[in-house]
Protein backbone atom coordinates (compact mmCIF):
# COMPACT_ATOMS: atom_id res chain seq x y z
CA UNK A 1 0.00 0.00 0.00
CA UNK A 2 1.41 3.55 -1.15
CA UNK A 3 1.38 6.00 1.55
CA UNK A 4 2.59 9.74 0.96
CA UNK A 5 2.84 11.87 3.67
CA UNK A 6 3.14 15.54 3.53
CA UNK A 7 4.34 17.93 6.67
CA UNK A 8 5.89 21.00 7.30
CA UNK A 9 2.76 23.50 6.06
CA UNK A 10 2.45 27.03 8.29
CA UNK A 11 1.49 30.24 8.32
CA UNK A 12 4.84 32.14 7.15
CA UNK A 13 5.23 36.21 6.44
CA UNK A 14 6.16 37.47 2.89
CA UNK A 15 9.72 36.73 2.62
CA UNK A 16 10.11 33.96 4.39
CA UNK A 17 10.90 30.65 3.93
CA UNK A 18 9.50 27.20 4.43
CA UNK A 19 10.48 23.26 3.63
CA UNK A 20 7.55 20.77 2.92
CA UNK A 21 8.49 17.20 3.39
CA UNK A 22 6.92 14.31 1.60
CA UNK A 23 7.45 10.16 3.37
CA UNK A 24 7.20 7.71 1.01
CA UNK A 25 6.25 4.10 1.83
CA UNK A 26 5.27 1.68 -0.47
CA UNK A 27 6.91 3.53 -3.31
CA UNK A 28 10.77 4.40 -4.01
CA UNK A 29 11.04 8.23 -4.71
CA UNK A 30 14.18 7.78 -6.63
CA UNK A 31 12.64 5.33 -8.88
CA UNK A 32 9.87 7.16 -9.30
CA UNK A 33 8.56 10.61 -10.40
CA UNK A 34 7.72 12.65 -7.59
CA UNK A 35 6.16 15.71 -7.85
CA UNK A 36 4.67 18.28 -6.26
CA UNK A 37 1.17 20.38 -6.85
CA UNK A 38 -0.73 23.16 -5.15
CA UNK A 39 -4.15 23.81 -5.27
CA UNK A 40 -5.86 27.68 -4.00
CA UNK A 41 -9.55 28.25 -3.00
CA UNK A 42 -11.42 27.91 -5.99
CA UNK A 43 -8.50 27.27 -8.12
CA UNK A 44 -7.24 23.78 -10.17
CA UNK A 45 -4.31 21.90 -9.18
CA UNK A 46 -1.69 23.06 -10.32
CA UNK A 47 2.24 21.67 -10.80
CA UNK A 48 5.10 23.14 -8.63
CA UNK A 49 7.92 20.52 -8.95
CA UNK A 50 9.28 17.27 -10.20
CA UNK A 51 11.93 15.53 -9.43
CA UNK A 52 12.78 12.23 -12.04
CA UNK A 53 14.31 8.63 -11.03
CA UNK A 54 17.56 10.09 -12.19
CA UNK A 55 17.25 13.30 -10.68
CA UNK A 56 16.18 15.68 -13.37
CA UNK A 57 13.87 18.81 -12.10
CA UNK A 58 11.42 20.46 -13.27
CA UNK A 59 9.83 23.99 -11.84
CA UNK A 60 6.83 26.24 -12.82
CA UNK A 61 7.72 29.55 -14.04
CA UNK A 62 5.40 30.71 -11.24
CA UNK A 63 8.56 29.39 -8.30
CA UNK A 64 11.80 28.81 -10.37
CA UNK A 65 14.82 30.82 -8.97
CA UNK A 66 12.61 30.74 -5.38
CA UNK A 67 11.62 26.56 -4.77
CA UNK A 68 14.17 23.94 -4.69
CA UNK A 69 12.65 20.25 -4.95
CA UNK A 70 15.40 17.63 -3.77
CA UNK A 71 14.87 13.92 -2.34
CA UNK A 72 16.91 12.00 0.37
CA UNK A 73 16.53 8.03 -0.90
CA UNK A 74 17.94 7.04 2.66
CA UNK A 75 14.59 8.12 3.77
CA UNK A 76 12.89 7.65 0.79
CA UNK A 77 11.75 11.57 1.26
CA UNK A 78 10.50 14.01 -1.26
CA UNK A 79 11.29 17.97 0.23
CA UNK A 80 10.11 20.97 -1.40
CA UNK A 81 12.59 24.21 -0.29
CA UNK A 82 10.18 27.32 -0.83
CA UNK A 83 12.65 30.49 -0.31
CA UNK A 84 10.90 34.25 -0.79
CA UNK A 85 7.15 33.21 -0.53
CA UNK A 86 4.57 35.41 -1.72
CA UNK A 87 0.74 35.48 -0.91
CA UNK A 88 0.26 34.06 -4.24
CA UNK A 89 1.83 31.03 -2.80
CA UNK A 90 -1.03 30.29 -0.70
CA UNK A 91 -2.41 26.68 -0.95
CA UNK A 92 -2.85 23.61 -0.20
CA UNK A 93 0.40 21.15 -1.31
CA UNK A 94 0.16 18.07 -2.56
CA UNK A 95 2.94 15.56 -3.30
CA UNK A 96 2.31 13.28 -6.23
CA UNK A 97 4.44 9.77 -7.36
CA UNK A 98 3.63 8.40 -10.59
CA UNK A 99 4.67 4.52 -10.98
CA UNK A 100 5.36 2.31 -13.67
CA UNK A 101 4.42 -1.40 -14.22
CA UNK A 102 0.95 -0.63 -14.51
CA UNK A 103 0.96 2.69 -14.59
CA UNK A 104 -0.35 4.65 -11.12
CA UNK A 105 -0.75 7.91 -9.74
CA UNK A 106 -0.49 8.55 -5.79
CA UNK A 107 -1.35 11.50 -3.66
CA UNK A 108 -1.03 12.84 -0.22
CA UNK A 109 -3.45 14.03 1.89
CA UNK A 110 -1.88 17.91 1.69
CA UNK A 111 -0.41 20.44 3.63
CA UNK A 112 -1.49 23.89 4.24
CA UNK A 113 1.18 26.80 3.38
CA UNK A 114 -0.39 30.11 4.48
CA UNK A 115 1.84 33.86 3.09
CA UNK A 116 0.76 36.53 5.10
CA UNK A 117 1.54 39.52 6.99
Known amino acids: QVQLVESGGDLVQPGGSLRLSCAAS????????MRWYRQAPGNERDFVAS???????NLADSVKGRFTITRDNAKNTVFLQMNSLKPEDTAVYYC???????????WGQGTQVTVSS
Open 96 to 106: NAFVLGPAMNY
Open 26 to 33: GVTVSSSL
Open 51 to 57: ITGYGNT
